[in-house]
């Protein structure tokens, strides 16, 4: 009978040291080495199976979890609320809930779970509703958790109101409170509610010394720092932070040297600070130095490998490492996706046994700024849990890529949109030309109760400016003036070219002036809309203006000057400034510069020099260019030259109708039919057709797109009647359309 107490004695003891290992192997991340110790058992009890639960739960592998949890022999209460913890843990909120309804039996701690689970998930009105239904006594841990989700939220009065309520208020509830204050970088408030706290610890005065920090103000929290009684680590590594995160990296290492006591905690807190100023020998100097590390020594060390570019040194030392983590392997595989080396971050990728979702987005953008979207999807698809991040990687990638349709099936799928996911696809459609469906989808947003940011109003913007839509850019302006947004440099911008293509140079300029900071941009923005509408000495001006107020033009400033000189034949001034480029300034002209001095000398009927300026250049020729030059020789009717430069252009674009069309009536204008004719039979044979044009109108504040060949219309009929009025009257006074190059058949 002993020996049989003895063995089960034995037996249990086994049971409670591999219980805690599972346990510790968890928390360090370990978890393919707690899955081996988790099979090897041979018996295993309630806490054995909660243990893993716990460990695939806080580790991501949250399906593996629930289906240990459904395999479970018998479940307890503990089993139920680890299973709903895993699941507010990783963010699976329906899931969550399901399973708390079906619980058979519920403890304070159950409902405690449910509420946080809600509240970090931004359900408040969910959560108070739980709160509010919670049979008998609450518990100040319950309170304490509606309290947080108030704060955190910005919902100082309801949190208040609810701490107000409580029938035993303990320090946590204060603190509680106050962090929503600190964290929200509501200071003022933080500091009245501080004061009228009838007791504070050390964790009440820390919470104060980071809400200072938080704000960069770092005198305030060195100030609250000394007034602290008994300063604890975490007292000195907030204050340690603050100075280094501000670049104050003296200061930084001065508190370091200070600290009474330093713990790894202490040590990580200066090797960040060190990194984050890209002192990287100092770092390593400090790492080497450490007593003990901890895997957040490691990975930040990587990381500052990563950030300098020595990625040789960061991969020995993920090599070295004594137990690699995810966080770490991803710190390298980013620094491979910075660099676009996609073969060296996926052999990383390949390695890690479980990679969290941040390791599999990390992957997914390096493939996307690749633009290898193919890999991105494969990926994508394998990904076990995607969040919004991933999805709206997706939707940029494939409208970088010009795959709108796609992009827009990725919008449409997903279950949860936030700005972001809108904002990628309101700047696909810009970036792609669909300014019309830009605007439909910025409406969109609105309607579905989404907030556009600074991002949506300048892309929104730029959808005006492209179509010239007047009365839709002005409402967006009123828009973004009433919804309380500052106008940043980027919206700022966005307003200047909006108004400047709609002609409206005089309100340009006044936003312009308007404006709190410009920067080169918004300079450049200005002197292009004047160049736009023909105010050329405005934009000479005004370059002026911009050098006396310190900043340096770069190449797209000349541009709108030299576009500016063109379109008022001032030759002159045009070629001084040109020349002036690589004279006063470190700036090589590009193709786009020559493009604006060949249409300036074109302009001027000068196109022997113009050609000449072409063969002589220092680069190789581009359609624009070639494009200016034959421009030009229909303005001064030179077919000769134009066939030279129609025949390079044809090399660079030769499905490009225009230049063919154009081709053709510089020969009709000069009466050489059999030019034309051979133009025709040139499209014909590669082709090429007279595509239908489209257009846009603006009708009551709403931009309608129409193409030429329309008949969807309602009142199509008297549309044509109209046009074919006005064709007529034309004929009459002998203008002639050039209808031929319709159709190559």
């Given at each position: ?39 090897g ?43 709903i ?15 708390f ?9 159950s ?19 739980l ?8 518990s ?19 949190a ?52 200072f ?159 290898i ?83 949506t109003?300048?892309c ?32 700022g ?25 410009v ?14 509408n ?28 030299l ?140 931009v ?42």
């Open positions: 009978m002993s020996s049989q107490l003895r063995a089960v004695g034995c037996r249990g003891s086994l049971v409670f040291t591999q219980n805690l290992k599972l346990t510790q192997l968890a928390k360090s991340g370990r978890i393919e080495e707690a899955i081996g110790v988790f099979h058992m041979t018996n295993r009890n309630t806490v054995t199976y909660n243990s893993m639960i716990s460990a695939y739960a806080k580790n991501g592998r949250v399906v593996e979890a629930r289906r240990l949890f459904d395999q479970m022999p018998y479940r307890n209460l503990v089993s139920w609320n680890t299973m913890a895993g699941y507010s843990h990783n963010g699976c909120v329906a899931e969550a809930a399901e399973l309804d079906r619980m058979p039996k519920r403890d304070a701690f409902w405690t779970l449910m509420i946080t689970c809600y509240t970090r998930n931004g359900e408040l009105e969910e959560a108070r509703r709160f509010d239904r919670m049979p008998g006594e609450k100040s841990v319950c309170y304490n958790a509606m309290i947080s989700g108030y704060a955190k939220s910005r919902r100082s009065e309801d208040i109101e609810l701490l107000d309520s409580m029938p035993c208020k303990d320090l946590v509830s204060w603190n509680t409170v106050l962090s929503g204050y600190t964290q929200n970088g509501e200071m003022g408030m933080g500091s009245k509610f501080f004061d009228r706290m009838p007791e504070k610890d050390v964790v009440s005065w820390n919470l104060m010394v980071e809400g920090v938080r704000v960069g103000d770092l005198v305030s929290a060195f100030e609250c720092f000394r007034r602290i009684p008994n300063p604890n680590v975490i007292s000195w590594v907030t204050l340690l932070n603050g100075y280094c995160k501000s670049g104050c990296i003296v200061e930084g290492r001065r508190i370091f040297d200070q600290m009474p006591e330093k713990n790894v905690v202490s040590w990580n807190a200066m090797l960040a600070g060190y990194i984050r100023c890209l002192q990287i020998d100092e770092a390593y100097q400090l790492f080497m130095e450490m007593p003990e590390r901890n895997s957040i020594s490691w990975t930040t060390m990587i990381d500052g490998y990563v950030r300098v570019g020595k990625l040789s040194e960061a991969s020995n030392l993920l090599n070295m490492m004594p137990f690699k983590d995810v966080v770490a392997q991803t710190a390298l595989i980013n620094g491979y996706v910075q660099r676009m080396k996609m073969d060296e971050a996926h052999h990383i990728f390949r390695e890690i046994s479980t990679p969290d979702v941040v390791c599999w987005n990390t992957m997914i953008s390096g493939y996307v700024q690749c633009g979207m193919d890999e991105a999807l494969e990926l994508f698809m394998r990904m076990p849990k995607k969040d919004v991040v991933s999805w709206n990687t997706m939707i940029a990638g494939y409208a970088q890529d010009g795959q709108m349709d796609k992009a827009l099936r990725f919008f449409h799928e997903m279950v949860k949109k936030n700005r972001v996911s809108w904002n990628s696809v309101i700047s696909g459609f810009i970036q792609n030309g669909f300014y019309v469906e830009a605007l439909q989808h910025f409406k969109m947003m609105r309607k579905e109760g989404k907030d556009p940011d600074w991002s109003f300048a929104a913007l730029s959808g005006c400016a492209n179509l010239a839509a007047l009365q839709v850019g002005t409402q967006l302006h009123n828009l973004l003036l009433k919804s309380g947004h500052i106008i940043d440099i980027f919206a911008n966005a307003l200047i070219t909006m108004y400047a293509r709609c002609g409206r140079i005089l309100t340009a300029r006044q936003v312009f002036d308007e404006m709190v900071s920067d080169l941009v918004s300079w450049n923005s200005l002197i292009a809309g004047h160049a736009l023909g105010y050329a000495k405005a934009a000479i001006s005004i370059f002026q203006e911009m050098k006396k107020n310190g900043v340096a033009p770069d190449e797209v400033t000349f541009i709108g000057l576009s500016a000189c063109s379109h008022a034949g001032m030759v002159d001034d045009g070629l001084e400034l040109f020349y002036s480029m690589s004279r006063d300034y470190p700036i090589t002209p590009v193709a786009e510069h020559y493009a604006c001095v060949v249409d300036l000398l074109g302009r001027a009927g000068r196109l022997g020099e113009a050609l000449k300026l072409v063969k002589g250049m220092p680069i190789k020729a581009n359609a624009g260019i070639w494009g200016s030059l034959l421009g030009a020789c229909r303005m001064h009717k030179n077919p000769e030259v134009a066939n030279v430069a129609a025949e390079k252009l044809f090399e660079f674009e030769p499905h490009t109708t225009s230049n063919y069309v154009l081709l053709s009536n510089i020969h009709a204008e000069a009466g050489s039919w059999g030019e034309v004719e051979r133009v025709r039979v040139l499209m014909k044979e590669r082709g090429v057709w007279k595509q239908p044009a489209r257009s846009w109108i603006e009708i009551k504040n709403e309608r797109s129409f193409s030429s060949d329309d008949s969807t219309e309602p009142r199509a009929a008297e549309v044509f009647m109209v046009l074919r009025v006005l064709n007529a009257q034309m004929r009459n006074i002998g203008h002639m359309s050039d209808s031929s190059l319709l159709d190559c058949g």
